[in-house]
Structures are given as C-alpha cells and as structure tokens.
C-alpha cells in the first residue's frame, strides 16, 4: 500500500474555512464536502489540502470511501469487538504483576562487559559496513541500558486497542509510526518484507550453546583482531536476538539466524517496518494477558502461583516512544553527567534511553530524515516522496521474524488514524479493514497461504503523494470530534471507578506507599484554557518535537500544547515515592497528551 502510481495530479482542496468553527471554546475544521471527481482522487492521496485563515494545511489520507459508512465496518471501527482496551473492560484490576521481583519486561536487553568487548572489537572492523547499511547508530544504542519505567510501560499497555494497532486516549488515537522509527533509530521506512526463507549460497551458522554468557565465550574470538564472516554473524545474531526482537527464551534463537546472513550480506530489507510490526504484536499479546488476568479467573489464579506477565519483543522502543511522548508530563529529566554524552547524537534514541524518571523540525536524524519536505531541491523530490508516502500510507506489515509457520503473522498500519502526530489535520478516518474477516492481530495462528496471499493483495494498492507547501495543523473536524466522543463515552469506564480500583488492588498488594493524593490531569475537562495556535516548534530535545494541544468536542477534555504554551494545570511530580503513585499517575495522564517525536 505505500508504492505509488507516481502520477503527477492537482489535488482539490478539501475545506476552505475563513475563521476556525468554534463549539464550547473549542477550534474545529470543515469535514471535507466532495463531488465523485474529488473523491476518487481524494481516495488515492495521502496528503490533502485545505485552507484556514487563508493559510494551507493538509489532511491525511486516504479519504474514505462510500464503503466506510456500511454497518459491517462500523462494527469493527474503531474496535473490533474483541480486541477493546483493557481499560474498557468491566472489571477489577489484577495488579500483582506490579509486586517486587515480578519482572514484567524480564526479556528486555541488558548490557554487560563482555559484550561490550566484543562489540568494539567487530566495530573496529565494520564500521564502515554498519553505518553504509544504516545500522551503526542503531548498534550503538546496545552499548546502554535503557532506563526502562515498568509502570509507565504497563500503564500504556491498558490503553492498547489490538484492530487498529493504536492506544485509545480521551482526544483520539496514538500509536508509534514509522516515522517515529526514523526519528528515534534512524531507519528508513521503506524496503521489501524480510524473507526468513531465503537461504545463502555462501554462508551459514550454527551453534550449540544458546544463553548470552554462553554464546559470547564460545563465539567472541580474542586471540585475533580479524573478525570472520562467521564471528560476524554471530554477533548479529545474539544482538537481534538479546537488542532488538528480546526473545522471551532468554536465549541467543536460531530463527534469526537467516535474519543476521542477510544483514552480513548486505541484502535490503524493511528492518524498521519489522521492528515495528514486531512491537505492534507484542503489545497485542501484552493487552490480551492483561484482560485474561482478572479478578477470579484462571489466569489470576496461576498468576498468584507464580505465573506473571511477561513482555517480550521490542519495548525498549515503545519506553523510547513513550519518554518523547510524555516526557514532561512524568517529569523525565536527562542527568547532567550523560549530557555529554549525547551532545552529538546522530539518533534521537541516544537521548531518549537515558531519560529518567522526573519533537517540527527534524534536527536530529540521518540526513535523508533532516532532508525538507516537501522537497525544496528538485532532484531530492522523488526520494523525499518516497519516503514520506512511506509514512503516512495505510498498510498491513509482515511481523514474520522466522521460517516456520509458528512465526507467521501480519499487523495494520494506520498513520490516518493519528493524523495529528504528523502534523495534519484529522478528518472522519477510513479503516484500513472492510470486513472482520480482513482484520490481522499479528502472530495469531494463519498459514503461508493466506500470508503470502495477503501481503501480495496489499502490494496491489497503491497510493500516490503530491506533495505541497503546508504548515502544521492541530486540528480536527467536528464530526471527527463527536464521532470520536460517542466511541469513547460508549466504550470507556468511569474514570473514578477506574481509579479506585487500581488504587484497591495496589493496597491489596501490601505495599508500603505514602498516603498521597493522585490528581487526575484528565480530570481538568472544565477548565477554561487559551485557543491552540497553529505554529509553534519546540526543540529542547534537539529532535524535532511537536507537543500538541488538540481541540475537542465538549465531552473530550482538551489536551495541553505545550509548544505555544504552559500547562494550566502542572502535573504531578514524581518523586520515586511508590508504584502506586507513579501507576495512577501514568494512567491518568496518559490520555490527556498527544505529542510528536
């Protein structure tokens, strides 16, 4: 879905709005009004234009077609049945996973002295391959340990919505894109689907010990400075395995293998796409456990035997992802000493992996990412373009990590679902699924057929980019606004209740905790605050970082934009007093922030 057809068209305006349509204090845009020859190119287009205050935005596409309206995707949009939120649920909270010792992200990646050697000793010898493939930056990211807010984490995980690959919040969807990808790890959005059946003609790998110690004595060659094809691929093997994918083995896994061959080889592939889709299922699986472990069932029953729940895959980037997102709302701060560090950091991930607990102009990035759009040199609009319809195209990526089937599996990307992450106005969004049947959840039991069968029918559609001069916008349609607000009065729990249950299965716990009062940002709906402006960047990171406020509908609080100005309403500041304080604060601020990376 994100190639083109590479025609050249003149793409209708969308809306023209002399002065912003103003409901309750809040700022909306014109839903777009359209003939059958407007649709059908509006159809096909990521970026659509319309007029504000004479100034030109963009909307984010594709515009949804006749289809949209039918009951069968009303039915499963914007949640398909089963795959609702934790927080939706009805239910007491099982929060035992939050005792001391529980080890929720008991993969997540560690690094030690050992490996550290053997990294500076195979990065002596391919640095220069590394960074020519656009791996360097990201390899140098293992050299630290995330700071990894377990809480913040977990808290994320009760908003997660499995259909749509998205977090439902109060002001709409967000969710981590490939732009944040690039923005964070520095890969590009593009590339074929990893292949994991492709066999080498000139190399293959095999071993016997499989736990990290073991498999860096056995594979770490120190009587030599060289370092052969063979270390190479061991290398890359144990970091996809313990850096990237965090294996639930805990060990150094074969299915990655082929996977590390073709790196060694240089062959392209879509790694960001991958490592994003891999993350989409791991916290489809993550939600899945948390609504499985409630109170009185067999789940919770295990659990209290011993069973906890356990997140596996990449979540060292949705913590990356997280700390971009909400990094002032939970008073994240980068000690002085690491500054030092990452004052030249060629990748937002440096930085945003040593934030502890207390982005728009791309000024960080590899340069294709820094690179203007629209494009400003001629000869750069074509590669430009190709990577922006990359970002903002609607499509179903492959999560596929080994050969066997077991491993088979498939996610949606919706970008036009958080059209406000990017900088675009938000319009009534078309789902990417026309029926339940068509619906992905990830590694959920298909077969090579109908993967195969899929992903071809995917590649079939084609969207095109005709890219624009545009400023930023914050905005949303009214009917995007109250769409959005029966959805979520219809669907979410009392705020209240969800509170006081979380704060009486922490008490049941035994913590010791201070007695503090939680304050709940979301909680501030009535609270009179400024209109949003239109511009306004905010660089303190370095990355190009947009903290947006974004107008809603009377029965969605507004959501603080804190590049055009302050919080009305300071958030609570964490002191690293308890769990239970950070918990409630996490989840109740969480759906009261939409932020850019």
Known sequence: MASSSHSKVQ????????NPITQESSDFISEPTSNTVNR???????MIPHILN????????????????????????????????????????????????????????STNAAYI??????????????????????????????????????????????????????????????????????????????????????FSFDYENMTFSNFIQDHHITKSDEVSDEEHIAFLTYWLSHFIFCTESLHVVKRLVPMAIQIHEGKDFAFGKLILATLYDSLGKGSDALKKAEKGSDALKKAEKGTKL????????????????????????????????VSNRQIEGSRLALLRQRQTERQVGPAWFKQDFPATNPDDEENINEI???????????????????????????????????????????????????????????????????????????????????????LCTLE??????????????????????LNTDIDALGLKVPKSKVVSSTS?????????????????????TRVRKIPASKDIPEVTETRSRKRETSPVKDTGKSKKTKANQLISTSGDTLCRT
């Open 310 to 341: 356990k997140l596996t895959g990449p979540m060292w980037f949705l913590q990356l992802w997280l700390n971009a997102t909400f990094e002032s709302n939970v008073n994240l701060f980068l000690p002085p000493m690491d500054e030092p560090r």
């Open 40 to 46: 059908q190119v509006w159809e096909k287009q990521v």
């Open 54 to 109: 004479g100034n030109t935005h963009a909307f984010a596409g594709p515009y949804p077609d006749a289809a949209n309206a039918e009951k069968k995707i009303k039915d499963i949009f914007p949640c398909y049945p089963t795959c609702e939120p934790r927080i939706f649920v009805d239910s007491d909270f099982n929060m035992s996973f939050l005792k001391p010792g529980s080890r929720v992200l008991r993969s997540a990646p």
């Open 388 to 474: 922006w319809l990359a970002f903002l195209s609607p499509t179903v990526l492959s999560s596929r990590l080994g050969a066997g089937k077991q491993y088979l599996g498939l996610v949606g990307y919706q970008p036009n679902l958080v059209a406000r992450q990017s900088g675009f106005s938000q319009f009534l969004p078309k789902s990417l699924f026309k029926n339940s049947n068509l619906i992905v959840l990830g590694n959920s039991g298909i077969h090579e057929e109908y993967f195969d069968s899929y992903l071809k029918d995917v590649e079939k559609i084609k969207y095109d980019i005709n890219s624009f001069a545009y400023s930023n916008s914050l």
């Open 11 to 18: 793409v209708p305006v969308a809306a023209v709005d002399e």
């Open 524 to 544: 501030t709906a009535t609270t009179k605050q400024a209109k949003p402006k239109n511009s306004s960047t905010s660089t303190a990171s370095g990355v190009s």
């Open 480 to 501: 995007f606004a109250d769409w959005w607000s029966d959805y979520y009065k219809n669907k979410a729990i009392d705020e209240k209740v969800v509170l006081q249950r």
């Open 117 to 202: 050697k053997w990294l500076d000793k195979v990065q002596a010898k391919k640095d220069h391959f590394w960074r020519r493939h656009n791996l360097f930056d990201l390899i140098q990211l293992s050299r630290e340990e995330p700071n990894f807010h377990t809480e913040m984490i977990i808290a994320a995980l009760h908003f997660w919505e499995r259909s749509t690959c998205t977090f439902h919040f109060k002001m709409g969807m967000m969710t981590p894109t490939l732009f944040d990808i690039a923005a964070i790890i520095g890969l590009r959005p593009i590339g074929p689907t990893f292949n994991p059946k492709y066999v080498s003609p000139e």
